[in-house]
């Protein structure tokens, strides 16, 4: 029976070394959109053997991301399953009895050597212009002589790689993917400290959960010959490989943390909603045909096929991010997004403003939002200028620069006192409030579009933000002219 005719069991297996950023979270949804379109199971497993790197946060961070994206799983931690335990530090004997065997079988075997003798291998490698890799002095040591030494020197388990022909990788994605023998080194499978490297822990651990397909990044694939021939010296089935296309940067270089590679719940925490995530990376190499550009996470793991998925890298635009995301915060309903702005508002606000958030001015503000807001951190900045009495702090000079020189600033903010306290409080509407600013222009001698953010900062602290006639009135009539007087003043 070959892995495509059982149960669909695929698996995201993440090392706990840090947040989970955007390229393993993709390689996450992929795999578990892949067990959900064909009925299968989705697989949690904490590949947490580097000691020596674990971060403590990083478990619960991993689970909140998925659990964020609305991504479940079936079998691992806080669940528990048939193949329990799902963190590979308490699997130990599992790989330790796979290196005996392939010890045994003359397809392993210890290595001594020492750092500093490994260190002077390479500069002579690279001294001879040869490429890097073990040079088999352990390898060429009699089981006896090797297990005589075990007894009193550390050692590391090194796989006996195949050093003639080649290997072939058959990808799902890539096709063939032929790989020269003789340019593969005889890597480390067990480590001093006695825990396996990732080589032989994911072969042993994909066996041993019975994965059927193996959904990771395109970094993985010069590895794929190392875990072939661990598997075929095992005697076991490999899975079905599906290697991802890398995700690149706009500038079409790796992506970097400046160009998007940071911790998925650094996007949460910047307000971007779950749905619009989905919906970005669902696209980050995969396509549901010509035209869809908009899709839900049922319609994602419904639909999904491997066979959809293309070999040429993504490009991370956060621009399309952030059109997705004011996408899907128009289609909120009223009532939803109205709690999404107090919730915004709550956390983000200055301690200065009472709690809870006035709800009127919430009610008030929300549609004037809602066309506005491509990420729910910039509420509380666009609406702060409500919940105080006193006047925006900003730096003069903006004020000064949006006017084009301080004598301009002057007449704008003199000409708006005159025209809006000509406005009676019975009056204080948005068509009173825009008719009383558009007829500036005329004694002004400019355009509405040439002062008007002066008038922004002023009221609001800032050059640009929710429509201006629709704050006047908001901020009410006694706190809009004396915040224009104040910026008067400040000005000179």
């Known amino acids: ?23 393993n979270i993709r390689s996450a949804l992929f795999s578990w959109a892949y067990a959900r379109a064909n009925g299968g199971a989705f697989l949690l497993r904490i590949e947490d053997t580097d000691r020596n790197r674990l971060a403590e946060t990083s478990v619960g961070a991993i689970m909140e991301s998925l659990r964020w994206l609305g991504i479940d799983w079936d079998e691992g931690p806080e669940i528990g399953g048939p ?3 799902y963190f590979q530090s308490q699997r130990l004997p599992l790989y330790q009895k796979a290196a005996a065997s392939l010890i045994d079988k003359g397809r392993a075997y210890r290595c001594f050597c020492t750092s500093e003798r490994l260190d002077q291998m390479r500069a002579a490698q690279a001294a001879a212009k040869q490429p890097p890799g073990y040079d088999g002095t352990c390898r060429r040591l009699s089981p006896e002589e090797s297990a005589s030494r075990a ?13 003639e022909g080649q290997t072939i990788l058959t990808d799902m994605i890539r096709g063939e993917v032929v790989f020269e023998n003789k340019l593969q080194d005889d890597f480390v499978m067990v480590k001093s400290d006695g825990y396996p490297t990732y080589h032989l822990g994911v072969v042993v651990d994909d066996t041993e959960m019975e994965i059927t397909h193996a959904i990771r990044g395109d970094e993985w694939i010069s590895s794929a010959p190392k875990h072939i021939q661990l598997y075929a010296a095992l005697g076991w089935e490999p899975p079905v490989w599906a290697h991802l296309p890398l995700i690149l940067g706009p500038d079409h270089k790796k992506l970097s943390k400046r160009s998007g590679d940071t ?9 971007y909603l779950p749905e619009a995530m989905i919906n970005f990376l669902a696209f980050l190499g995969w396509s549901l045909d010509d035209h869809t550009a908009i899709l839900s996470i049922d319609e994602f793991k419904q639909h999904f096929d491997l066979a959809r998925v293309v070999a040429n890298p993504a490009v991370f635009d956060i621009d399309r991010l952030n059109y997705l995301n004011g996408h899907y915060i128009r289609e909120m309903d009223d009532h939803r997004w109205r709690r999404t702005i107090a919730e915004w508002c709550e956390k983000d606000l200055p301690d200065s403003v009472k709690r809870p958030v006035e709800p009127a001015v919430i009610e008030s503000v929300a549609p004037l939002l809602k066309e506005r807001t491509a990420k729910l951190a910039d509420i509380a900045p666009m609406v702060e200028f409500l919940f105080s009495y006193d006047a925006p702090e900003f730096p003069v000079e903006t004020l000064i620069e949006r006017a084009g020189d301080a004598a301009t600033a002057v007449r ?23 008719a009383a600013i558009r007829g500036m222009e005329g004694a002004l001698d400019l355009k509405l579009r040439k002062f008007v953010s002066v008038l922004y900062v002023a009221e609001m602290g800032r050059p640009q933000g929710i429509p201006l006639f629709d704050s006047i009135v908001l ?9 224009i007087r104040t910026a008067r003043l400040r000005v000179g």
């Open 1 to 23: 029976m070959t892995a495509d005719s059982r149960p669909v069991r695929t698996r995201y297996a993440p090392s706990p070394t840090g947040d989970p950023h955007v390229g």
């Open 83 to 85: 193949h329990e335990p």
């Open 151 to 163: 007894r009193h020197e550390p050692f590391v388990v090194r796989f006996a790689m195949d050093r």
């Open 263 to 271: 911790a998925l719940l650094d996007y949460r925490t910047n307000g």
């Open 412 to 434: 704008v903010l003199d000409v708006a006192l005159t025209s809006l306290d000509a406005v009676p409080d019975s009056a204080w509407d948005v068509p009173n409030v825009e």
């Open 475 to 483: 901020l009410g009539r006694e706190r809009a002219l004396q915040r």
